[in-house]
């Protein structure tokens, strides 16, 4: 157990660190562990639900997509091949990945490009006398002619077919006992491990898709696959936003429920519940539908929106001051089409060659089904871990009446092998779970790595800068700033720097939404945003193939973003260069 030291420091020995790092998978990054787990993640969460079901699942994932073998995702039960735990937080594994790229014939280095976006702080490949394996390359070839053909996922379909089970058939936790619930949870949680094989599978081929437009794309062109990509439909993160839009048109069209939202959404749940019943159940219905959803909502310990209502109805509010030709849709329909004629254009430009005409067509097809599935993926994921949250916070809720605690979330300050303890005599250990909290906002303000190497001794906490000493460049008026082409277009407005999606008060239609990653539960304030600048995202991620659902520039992995872009400034975001420029300050 982590516990402070004696001058009030954290220690190195985090309770929920990795007891070590692959050797034989050795480079570990942040990049799209960002994306995931932005935060250190909660003890609980990292205890029942990563350790001990997720890191295997991915690891199995990784065997299932033939990227590595059986015995390797198994090498060492210490050291799953997928990701690790440092200063609490969460690491993916570069290897890995690169790994399957070898294997697949493209080179690591490519696969850098697409997940990892070629970074230059990247510790470079070791070739391993393993690294090539004819029978896995056989095995990958097979599932790339498959990415690009195939228009099922039957591993995804179960997945989602069992998640949406678990969740309808939720039981009356009022009825269940304090170990009732316990054991509830424990008894979700090895699901987990078998919808990571979607989830890991589905993120690894999304990449196979633009990778193929890109091969076929003159070389001068100058266009982003993605550009080409566009909308690509049924995107399962993007659903609440239509939802979401639909609520918000009804506050904006009744002039009592429009009253009560200006007064502000602190307390408001029991107010519409009393007086506007009817949109009430409809929130309601809300809910029981997408209400897994909630930032950082691969962590166990954080809230969703079906445990805090007023994060969407936050939501709600931002997007009801938005005329009804702003909607979702009809955004969706013109990046639609800008795509399609884009398309049209390459089309033209190979005229005569049918080889890659049908390559293009190929890859565009590939590229929107898998976009889709690994939202899917994720969404299979989240819904698992939030209905182990929900029965754990009626125990913590229970646990705070009586005294113990000191607010419901700190059960998930717990660890597993504590949940007995906080069953059978809970004051044994509340004092170790206090102190725990205490020690985990400390490694909020950690600032980790950006990659990890199981080969280099670890930095220690002491030598690790904390963010909330550290000064950053600020952009100038003229200056322009360089990420990751991620949705094209192009909108100027005002940088709104938000890190929380339950701190939008100050978020105004046509504000440029600037934030250090976006998950799903961001995804709802796209629709009020003329554009998105995100500080980390590789090719494909979630802030990319949001923003191009929903028709909007997207410009990605712009590292510091939040610093760098002064809050309030005048910006103009380009989706399709990857370039921020201010053009004025507040």
């Keep these: 157990m982590a516990n402070a030291t004696p001058n009030g420091q954290i220690s190195d020995d985090w309770c929920i660190d990795s007891a070590k790092l692959s050797e034989r998978f050795p480079i570990y990054s942040r990049f799209n562990a960002n994306d995931v787990l932005p935060d250190p993640i909660s003890p609980l969460g990292a205890d029942l639900i990563w350790n001990q079901q997720i890191m295997p699942g991915c690891a199995n994932g990784y065997a299932e997509l033939g990227a590595i073998t059986a015995a ?280 005569g060659n049918d080889e890659a005409l049908g390559t293009l067509r190929m890859g565009l097809d590939s590229a929107r089904r898998f976009a889709g599935w690994r939202e899917l993926g994720k969404s299979n994921c989240i819904k698992v871990i939030n209905e182990a949250r929900v029965a754990l916070l009626e125990m913590g809720r229970r646990l705070t009446s009586e005294g113990h605690f000191t607010h419901p979330r700190q059960i998930f300050m717990a660890l597993d092998g504590e949940l007995d303890r906080l069953v059978l005599q809970p004051d044994l250990v509340t004092p170790a779970i206090a102190q725990r909290e205490a020690d985990w906002k400390e490694y909020a303000d950690l600032d980790v790595p950006l990659f990890l190497d199981a080969r280099v001794p670890r930095v220690p906490i002491a030598q690790l800068n904390r963010v909330s000493n550290e000064k950053f460049f600020v952009a100038s008026v003229g200056d322009t700033l360089t990420g990751i082409a991620a949705a094209p277009g192009k909108a100027t407005g005002r940088a709104r720097i938000i890190t929380d999606t339950a701190e939008i008060a100050a978020f105004e239609p046509g504000d440029v939404l600037v934030a250090p990653q976006t998950d799903p539960s961001w995804t709802p304030l796209f629709v009020v945003a003329s554009a998105v600048v995100v500080g980390v995202g590789a090719p494909n991620s979630h802030a990319m193939i949001v923003s191009r659902e929903l028709g909007i520039p997207c410009v990605a992995s712009l590292e510091g973003a939040i610093h760098k872009i002064p809050e309030g400034a005048i910006i103009t975001v380009d989706g399709s260069t990857g370039s921020v420029t201010i053009d004025s300050l507040a």
């Excluded at 060492?76 to 790994?99: I, K, N």
């Excluded at 490949?125 to 195939?150: F, I, Q, V, Y």
């Design 72 to 351: 390797e995702a198994h090498l060492d039960p210490e050291a799953y091949p997928a990701a690790a735990f440092r200063y609490g937080h969460m690491y993916v594994s570069v290897t890995t990945a690169r790994l399957m790229g070898i294997r697949a014939g493209l080179g690591w280095e490519a696969i850098d490009a697409a997940f990892f976006g070629s970074h230059p702080d990247a510790p470079p490949h070791e070739m391993h006398p393993t690294d090539g394996d004819p029978a896995l390359s056989a095995r990958l070839a097979a599932r790339t002619e498959w990415t690009l053909t195939t228009t099922s996922f039957p591993e995804l379909e179960e997945d989602t077919r069992i998640a949406d089970r678990l969740r309808a058939q939720r039981p009356d936790f009022s009825e269940m006992s304090n170990a009732a619930l316990v054991a509830y949870a424990r008894s979700l949680a090895p699901y987990e491990r078998m919808t990571w094989r979607g989830e890991v599978i589905a993120s690894a081929q999304s990449a196979v898709g633009p990778a193929v437009i890109g091969s076929v794309l003159p070389a001068d062109s100058g266009i982003s696959p993605f550009n080409l990509v566009g909308p690509p439909g049924d995107v399962v993160s993007a659903a609440p936003s239509y939802a979401l839009w639909d609520l918000s048109r009804i506050v904006r069209n009744d002039t009592a429920l429009s009253a009560l939202f200006d007064a502000g959404i602190v307390g408001i749940v029991p107010v519409l519940k009393d007086k506007h019943p009817d949109f009430h159940q409809k929130l309601q219905v809300f809910l029981r539908e997408f209400g897994y959803r909630g930032p950082s909502e691969w962590d166990l310990g954080a809230d969703s929106w079906e445990t805090r209502p007023e994060l969407p109805l936050g939501l709600v509010d931002r997007m009801r001051q938005l005329s009804d030709d702003q909607s979702p849709a009809s955004r969706r329909g013109e990046a639609s089409a800008a795509a399609e004629a884009l398309v049209a254009s390459i089309v033209e430009s190979l005229a």
